[in-house]
């Protein structure tokens, strides 16, 4: 049973493994049966695999079983039993240790906006530095988050929580690659022994997820490693962080701590012991119904045998336990000279007592003592079944419940509607449901708190369940049950059993007002009607017992008084033994519920006690990341209250105010700023094995000068190499101004930056030899008169090469250029090049010789007829293949045209600049 056990706590650093272990053997310190039980549940709990019906049902049935003496000692020899067969087995080749892994790689091929059919995307990583990615919109930077995220977690969330009309599984594959398969290969290296471990992660045309990993390594076991919160952020996430619901936010920010599971395994304690829910699966309304009812029988029994005892016996039966009591019966109608043949013997119970009425009748003879006999049995039939309860007041508060049910009634909407809200709760609760306006039926958006609405909704769907379980309670405990036989003897009328046909409802609540008060009607008509059959057999009796002789009429009395003393005895017994059952089965119930509340409640007290432990750790690496990120006078907080999951932000000051409210007066970036702040902070103390960061578009909301520092602060204090015992940083960006940034860092050898091109119908390639890749896959399709699918491919090499042209040479651009993100401006790239040409000419400086200048003037002269004047004003007239491979041999001519030998038959090179050579 169970015992009282001291406080529990988690050790925060230890494994989760090593944490539940030391909780289940907490938990069968509190009982042992159960304990041991929901101690091999706790895997399915944690993987969500498991049905609390089931779980109260295991726990029940241990209760409600006999008890086994040697469960803990066969658990003991059988775990002894597994343990030698385990170790009689040859061992295998034990896998490195492995303290954390990192990210060298990433190859793509048919997954979202990369097609690459053929050739996979192959992006290399350095662990050692941080890793910047570049891209203009469209190309498919944000499909390498996704590939990377989908590898690792299987899904993409904001891809499944689309629309129903918007969302189609085959979104996740490219649409143009042919055979309609994605593949994902993340390339990891293994901390700190360097094993490297490759894993392939391939979906099918039909959605079907499956991985590898070359051996010896277990792929699920490592991407499951991997799913932490904090390894992938992207500008929505920690943007909703902020305006998210407290409990919503502190669950997110479990993940962040290394929580997650923790969280997950108090959300479902919670639900095994959520009172409602635990009620209605054991019916313990009903059965509580049950033991009042037969505890009042079991009254109205022992009543009813105390009174026939004096009439049969003589006296008072005291405190005679039954089989004394029972005794002297036997010996009281031994002692009638006609009946005592038929009493030697025998126990009372057992006693024939129509054999002891046919003697009398032999012995004494005549029609009119057998009718006596029958008229003291039918009373005292009549008598048994026209029980006192209900009484008059009772039977008023039957029709009092009756009417407030149907009032609370006409509050709610039916059945229908009450399944709506409650699937509606459970969507609106979920942690993925982050705005409390938006609406899951319509996708509507509304000024007022969806969960708040559905709550009160639901409230009054409560009230009703409670007036309700008043009602059937009331109808259950005041005695209507126990009316049925006598409306079944007073009622020959099948069609006009009032009770009997309302009873199924009434005891289930739900009779209206008006049904009440012509159930009050019935009983009244029927208690009259058994009054006047009960007056005429009294008076039969009566005449009977004047016509009779007195001892024969004794003898009748005695005789029926021992027929009903055995019926009262036997239902007794059947009563007192439901009782007992339904106590014994109610002291299950509640040990159940005993030990489900408090092993919930230890583990969440546990759960809150590390997550303050830990968010006590966070807090000043938080401010200390926030303060760097140059917001001065703005100083953020976090809390939880213990015992809750609810995670509470705040500002202990902004410029001179404090304690105030961060979404209602921070700006977007300093909100961004905050969230950003705490995700880098969790990471940096909590990472767990992963010892990676992927982040896509966070800098977008920053200025200029913010998103600065915040790439400094991941440069110099959170990423490696700028603290060695940091995560290895992925950042995606398509800002140019930012992507300028990571050039300049790129010549520290701290940082590794890569640029992406392509598009989605044909590739996107990394930058090192990415321009020759689309320059010969474009070329290739034209050749095979693919023109439709090749114009993209031109205008890709054509910007790419003025850029660089441009670059290299050092050319002046208007500023509006130079910080265009898309870039698609070719023709404004030659006008910036020819007037830097004609300036340098106008002051006698320009390097080219006669032929390149006149090279520049023949290859615009074929770059802008045959493709940009078509391109930029977007005429109808279709591109021919001859055409466009001409542009594609004049972009190469026009940029050679800036390009000289420095020697005699040596390769050719870029001028330094239009007036320098080098």
Request: charged share 25%; glycine share 6%; with cysteine.
């Given at each position: 049973?169970a015992v009282?056990?001291?406080?529990?706590?988690?050790?925060?650093?230890?494994?989760?493994?090593?944490?539940?272990?030391?909780?289940?053997?907490y938990?069968g310190?509190m009982?042992?049966a159960?304990?041991?039980n929901l101690?091999?549940?706790?895997?399915?709990l944690?993987?969500?695999?498991?049905?609390v019906e089931?779980?109260?049902?295991?726990?029940?049935e241990?209760?409600?079983?006999?008890?086994n003496e040697?469960n803990?000692?066969?658990?003991?020899e059988?775990?002894?039993?597994?343990?030698?067969?385990?170790?009689?087995?040859?061992?295998?080749v034990?896998?490195?240790?492995?303290?954390?892994?990192?990210?060298?790689?990433?190859?793509?091929?048919?997954?979202?906006?990369?097609?690459?059919?053929?050739?996979p995307?192959?992006?290399?990583l350095?662990?050692?530095k941080v890793?910047s990615?570049?891209?203009v919109?469209g190309?498919?930077?944000?499909?390498?988050?996704?590939?990377v995220?989908?590898?690792?977690t299987?899904?993409?969330?904001w891809?499944?929580?689309l629309?129903?009309?918007e969302?189609n599984?085959d979104?996740?594959q490219?649409?143009f690659?042919s055979t309609?398969?994605?593949?994902i290969?993340?390339?990891?290296v293994?901390?700190p022994?360097?094993e490297?471990?490759a894993?392939t992660?391939?979906?099918d045309?039909?959605?079907?997820?499956?991985?590898a990993a070359t051996a010896?390594w277990?792929?699920?076991?490592i991407?499951t490693?991997?799913?932490?919160e904090?390894v992938?952020?992207?500008g929505?996430t920690f943007?909703k962080?902020?305006?998210?619901?407290?409990l919503v936010?502190?669950?997110?920010f479990?993940?962040?701590l290394?929580?997650?599971?923790?969280?997950d395994?108090?959300?479902?304690f919670?639900?095994?012991v959520n009172?409602?829910?635990?009620n209605?699966h054991?019916?313990?309304a009903?059965?509580?119904q049950n033991?009042?009812?037969?505890?009042r029988?079991?009254?109205?029994l022992?009543?009813?045998?105390?009174?026939?005892y004096?009439?049969l016996?003589?006296g008072?039966?005291g405190e005679?336990?039954?089989?004394?009591?029972?005794?002297?019966?036997q010996d009281?109608?031994?002692?009638?000279?006609?009946?005592k043949?038929?009493c030697?013997?025998?126990?009372?119970?057992?006693i024939d007592?129509d054999?002891?009425?046919?003697?009398?009748?032999?012995?004494e003879?005549g029609?009119?003592?057998?009718?006596l006999?029958?008229?003291?049995?039918?009373?005292?039939?009549?008598a048994?079944?026209?029980h006192e309860?209900?009484?008059?007041e009772r039977a008023?508060?039957?029709?009092?419940?009756?009417?407030e049910?149907?009032?609370?009634l006409?509050?709610?909407?039916?059945?229908?509607m009450?399944q709506?809200?409650q699937?509606?709760?459970k969507?609106v609760?979920?942690?993925?449901?982050?705005d409390?306006?938006l609406?899951?039926?319509c996708?509507?958006?509304?000024t007022?708190?969806l969960p708040d609405?559905i709550?009160?909704k639901?409230?009054?769907?409560?009230a009703?369940?409670?007036?309700?379980?008043?009602l059937?309670?009331?109808?259950s405990?005041?005695?209507w049950?126990?009316l049925l036989?006598?409306?079944?003897a007073?009622e020959?009328?099948?069609?006009?059993?009032?009770?009997a046909?309302?009873?199924?409802?009434?005891?289930?609540?739900?009779?209206?007002?008006?049904?009440?008060e012509a159930?009050?009607?019935?009983l009244?008509?029927?208690?009259?009607?058994?009054?006047?059959?009960?007056a005429?057999?009294?008076a039969?009796?009566?005449?009977l017992e004047?016509?009779?002789?007195?001892?024969?009429v004794?003898?009748?009395k005695?005789?029926?008084?021992?027929?009903?003393?055995?019926?009262?005895?036997?239902?007794?017994?059947q009563?007192?033994n439901?009782?007992?059952?339904e106590?014994a089965?109610?002291?299950?119930?509640?040990r159940?519920r005993?030990f489900?509340v408090?092993?919930s409640?230890?583990?969440?007290t546990?759960?809150?006690?590390?997550?303050?432990?830990?968010?006590?750790a966070v807090e000043?690496v938080?401010?200390?990341?926030?303060?760097?990120m140059?917001?001065?006078g703005v100083?953020?907080?976090?809390?939880?209250?213990?015992?809750r999951?609810?995670?509470?932000?705040?500002l202990?000051?902004?410029?001179?105010?404090?304690?105030?409210?961060?979404?209602?007066?921070?700006s977007?970036s300093f909100r961004n700023?905050f969230?950003i702040?705490l995700?880098?902070?969790?990471?940096?103390?909590?990472?767990?094995l992963?010892k990676?960061?992927?982040?896509?578009?966070v800098?977008?909301?920053?200025?200029a000068?913010?998103?600065?520092f915040?790439?400094?602060?991941?440069?110099?204090?959170?990423?490696?190499?700028?603290?060695?015992?940091g995560p290895?940083?992925?950042?995606l960006?398509?800002?140019?101004m930012?992507?300028k940034?990571?050039?300049?860092?790129?010549?520290s050898?701290?940082w590794w930056h890569q640029?992406?091109e392509?598009?989605?119908?044909?590739?996107v390639?990394p930058?090192a030899g990415?321009?020759?890749?689309?320059?010969?896959?474009t070329?290739s399709?034209?050749?095979?008169g693919?023109?439709d699918s090749?114009?993209?491919?031109v205008r890709?090499?054509?910007?790419?090469?003025?850029?660089?042209?441009?670059?290299?040479?050092?050319?002046?651009?208007?500023v509006?250029i130079?910080?265009n993100?898309d870039?698609q401006?070719s023709?404004?790239?030659?006008?910036?090049?020819?007037?830097a040409?004609?300036?340098?000419k106008?002051a006698n400086?320009?390097?080219?010789?006669?032929?390149?200048q006149?090279g520049?003037n023949?290859?615009?002269?074929t770059?802008v007829g045959?493709?940009?004047?078509?391109w930029?004003?977007?005429?109808a007239?279709?591109?021919?293949?001859p055409?466009l491979l001409g542009?594609?041999?004049?972009?190469?001519?026009?940029?050679?045209c800036?390009?000289f030998e420095p020697a005699?038959g040596?390769?050719?090179i870029?001028y330094k600049s239009?007036?320098?050579?080098?």
């Amino acid at each position: 049973m169970a015992v009282q056990a001291a406080a529990f706590a988690f050790d925060e650093n230890a494994s989760l493994d090593d944490n539940l272990s030391e909780f289940g053997n907490y938990i069968g310190q509190m009982d042992a049966a159960l304990g041991a039980n929901l101690r091999k549940q706790i895997s399915p709990l944690l993987e969500g695999t498991y049905k609390v019906e089931e779980v109260w049902d295991q726990l029940f049935e241990i209760c409600a079983g006999p008890p086994n003496e040697d469960n803990d000692t066969s658990e003991v020899e059988a775990a002894a039993a597994r343990a030698n067969a385990a170790a009689a087995q040859p061992l295998a080749v034990p896998l490195p240790p492995v303290t954390g892994w990192l990210l060298e790689g990433v190859s793509i091929e048919g997954f979202r906006g990369v097609n690459n059919e053929g050739h996979p995307l192959e992006l290399k990583l350095q662990p050692a530095k941080v890793s910047s990615i570049s891209a203009v919109n469209g190309v498919g930077k944000t499909s390498v988050y996704d590939a990377v995220r989908y590898a690792i977690t299987g899904k993409l969330p904001w891809l499944d929580e689309l629309p129903a009309a918007e969302r189609n599984k085959d979104y996740y594959q490219n649409r143009f690659h042919s055979t309609g398969q994605s593949t994902i290969k993340l390339r990891l290296v293994a901390e700190p022994g360097g094993e490297k471990c490759a894993i392939t992660v391939t979906r099918d045309t039909q959605g079907l997820r499956s991985v590898a990993a070359t051996a010896p390594w277990d792929a699920s076991a490592i991407l499951t490693a991997l799913n932490r919160e904090f390894v992938f952020l992207d500008g929505p996430t920690f943007q909703k962080f902020i305006d998210a619901a407290p409990l919503v936010r502190g669950r997110t920010f479990s993940g962040l701590l290394g929580l997650s599971a923790y969280s997950d395994l108090r959300q479902a304690f919670a639900g095994l012991v959520n009172t409602r829910a635990f009620n209605n699966h054991f019916s313990v309304a009903a059965h509580a119904q049950n033991k009042t009812r037969d505890e009042r029988t079991a009254g109205e029994l022992s009543a009813a045998i105390a009174k026939d005892y004096e009439v049969l016996v003589g006296g008072a039966i005291g405190e005679l336990n039954a089989t004394v009591a029972k005794e002297k019966c036997q010996d009281a109608l031994a002692q009638i000279a006609p009946l005592k043949p038929f009493c030697e013997g025998k126990a009372f119970i057992a006693i024939d007592i129509d054999a002891c009425i046919e003697a009398i009748k032999d012995a004494e003879g005549g029609p009119k003592r057998e009718r006596l006999s029958t008229c003291i049995r039918e009373r005292g039939d009549l008598a048994r079944v026209n029980h006192e309860a209900p009484t008059a007041e009772r039977a008023a508060q039957l029709t009092r419940l009756a009417a407030e049910r149907e009032d609370t009634l006409a509050r709610t909407a039916g059945d229908l509607m009450l399944q709506l809200y409650q699937a509606g709760s459970k969507v609106v609760e979920t942690e993925q449901w982050e705005d409390p306006h938006l609406c899951p039926l319509c996708d509507g958006t509304g000024t007022h708190s969806l969960p708040d609405h559905i709550a009160s909704k639901l409230s009054n769907f409560e009230a009703l369940d409670k007036a309700a379980m008043a009602l059937a309670t009331e109808w259950s405990e005041s005695g209507w049950t126990e009316l049925l036989q006598l409306e079944f003897a007073m009622e020959p009328t099948v069609e006009k059993r009032l009770l009997a046909a309302r009873h199924s409802r009434a005891a289930a609540g739900s009779i209206t007002k008006a049904e009440a008060e012509a159930l009050v009607e019935h009983l009244a008509a029927l208690r009259t009607k058994a009054g006047e059959i009960d007056a005429q057999l009294a008076a039969e009796q009566v005449q009977l017992e004047k016509e009779l002789p007195q001892s024969s009429v004794e003898v009748t009395k005695k005789v029926e008084t021992a027929r009903r003393l055995q019926n009262s005895w036997t239902k007794l017994e059947q009563s007192r033994n439901a009782i007992a059952e339904e106590a014994a089965r109610d002291a299950c119930v509640e040990r159940v519920r005993d030990f489900l509340v408090d092993a919930s409640k230890a583990f969440a007290t546990a759960e809150a006690g590390m997550s303050k432990a830990r968010l006590a750790a966070v807090e000043p690496v938080f401010k200390d990341y926030f303060k760097k990120m140059s917001f001065y006078g703005v100083e953020p907080a976090i809390s939880k209250k213990t015992d809750r999951e609810e995670l509470r932000i705040g500002l202990t000051q902004f410029y001179g105010l404090t304690n105030v409210s961060p979404q209602a007066l921070l700006s977007e970036s300093f909100r961004n700023a905050f969230a950003i702040s705490l995700y880098l902070a969790a990471a940096s103390l909590y990472g767990g094995l992963p010892k990676f960061v992927v982040l896509d578009d966070v800098t977008s909301s920053f200025d200029a000068g913010h998103q600065h520092f915040l790439v400094e602060l991941i440069r110099t204090t959170f990423a490696r190499p700028g603290n060695s015992t940091g995560p290895q940083v992925i950042l995606l960006s398509h800002d140019t101004m930012l992507e300028k940034l990571f050039n300049k860092h790129s010549g520290s050898g701290t940082w590794w930056h890569q640029r992406l091109e392509g598009s989605p119908q044909i590739a996107v390639l990394p930058q090192a030899g990415a321009v020759n890749k689309v320059r010969d896959r474009t070329i290739s399709m034209l050749q095979a008169g693919q023109v439709d699918s090749a114009k993209e491919g031109v205008r890709q090499y054509l910007e790419y090469r003025l850029s660089d042209l441009i670059s290299k040479l050092r050319i002046p651009v208007p500023v509006d250029i130079a910080f265009n993100d898309d870039k698609q401006l070719s023709s404004e790239f030659l006008k910036s090049i020819e007037a830097a040409v004609k300036l340098h000419k106008t002051a006698n400086s320009l390097e080219l010789d006669a032929a390149q200048q006149a090279g520049l003037n023949t290859n615009m002269v074929t770059i802008v007829g045959n493709f940009l004047s078509h391109w930029g004003t977007g005429q109808a007239v279709a591109f021919s293949g001859p055409s466009l491979l001409g542009v594609m041999q004049a972009i190469d001519d026009y940029c050679d045209c800036f390009t000289f030998e420095p020697a005699p038959g040596a390769a050719r090179i870029y001028y330094k600049s239009l007036s320098q050579r080098q």
